[in-house]
């Protein structure tokens, strides 16, 4: 089995964790941008944070056999600072054309604020100009009206749906993101929040179209194995391996897309469904 993990904060996370990474079959991580704890006080810090997530962050991930791909964007908590908000917004257009950016994000709401409202729907108009997918960010508070919320602005935008992830679902909010055509993120944490055992009644309940599985490793109680560990958990389950591969591999690298992934082609890049229609970000030369 060899995974993506569609989301997770290498930025806080050490040399062990690549290593055991790499060891659990973890092939390529996708690293949001985000909140690092410490509330940041000037641009500045936001442009070195960038650029240390398209540079020196893919580099040592390539130390341990990993690809290295990342989303840029002013998260949801950050937005509430109006005058820093405003000058991160400045910037961001410079990092969102470089390569290794496969989305915009991690976007949203974090308490549901005017401020937060404005910059979400800044970043979703930049999104689209730079034909990027969106990965919206749900707040972990008041998720249910923060998750509706989030897909009501963009359907107002008229943003197609199978570029947008709503993450950290849940089984408060699964079947509404799926059922209004978004993919469906799901961090699997080692206790609070998602369980591995509640992402598997969701898996078994919903299936494989849409769904993504991520560990949102960060500076917090996390665990950056947890999607092979979840993978692991659901076969013990009954879930059948090509599902799992489809779940962990194929799934994250369709919804980003195969030319923003760019991934060699020893690590068999081409998904097994690329064919599908459904899918307009695949290059049609690469979806035999
Ligand atoms: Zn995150």
């Excluded at 908590?77 to 405003?86: F, H, Q, R, S």
């Amino acid at each position: 089995m060899k995974y993506i993990d569609p989301h997770t904060h290498c930025f806080s996370r050490t040399t062990d964790d690549y290593q055991a990474m790499y060891l659990a079959g973890i092939r390529v991580v996708v690293e949001p941008s985000f909140w690092l704890g410490q509330p940041r006080t000037s641009v500045g810090t936001f442009r070195d944070y960038f650029s240390s997530l398209l540079e020196f962050e893919p580099s040592r991930a390539a130390d341990f056999g990993i690809h290295h791909r990342c989303t840029i964007g002013l998260n949801p908590k950050e937005a509430n600072d109006e005058a820093l908000a405003a000058e991160v917004l400045e910037i961001l257009p410079e990092f969102l054309s470089r390569e290794g950016v496969v989305a915009i994000g991690e976007l949203g709401y974090d308490l549901l604020t005017d401020a937060e409202e404005k910059a979400y729907i800044k970043q979703i108009e930049m999104g689209l100009s730079h034909n990027l997918p969106i990965m919206v960010h749900t707040p972990h508070r008041d998720k249910l009206r923060g998750t509706i919320r989030s897909m009501d602005i963009l359907k107002d935008m008229d943003v197609p749906e199978n570029q947008v992830i709503i993450d950290h679902s849940t089984e408060e909010t699964t079947a509404l993101i799926l059922d209004r055509g978004y993919w469906a993120g799901h961090t699997v944490y080692p206790e609070t929040k998602l369980t591995a055992e509640r992402f598997a009644n969701l898996f078994f309940d919903f299936g494989n179209e849409r769904m993504l599985l991520n560990s949102s490793a960060d500076w917090g109680k996390s665990d950056p194995l947890n999607v092979a560990k979840t993978a692991v958990y659901l076969e013990s389950r009954g879930a059948n391996l090509e599902d799992l591969q489809r779940l962990v591999w194929d799934n994250p690298l369709n919804f980003f897309g195969l030319h923003r992934m760019n991934l060699p082609d020893v690590l068999g890049a081409v998904p097994s469904d690329a064919s599908s229609r459904t899918h307009s970000l695949i290059r049609p030369e690469l979806a035999k």
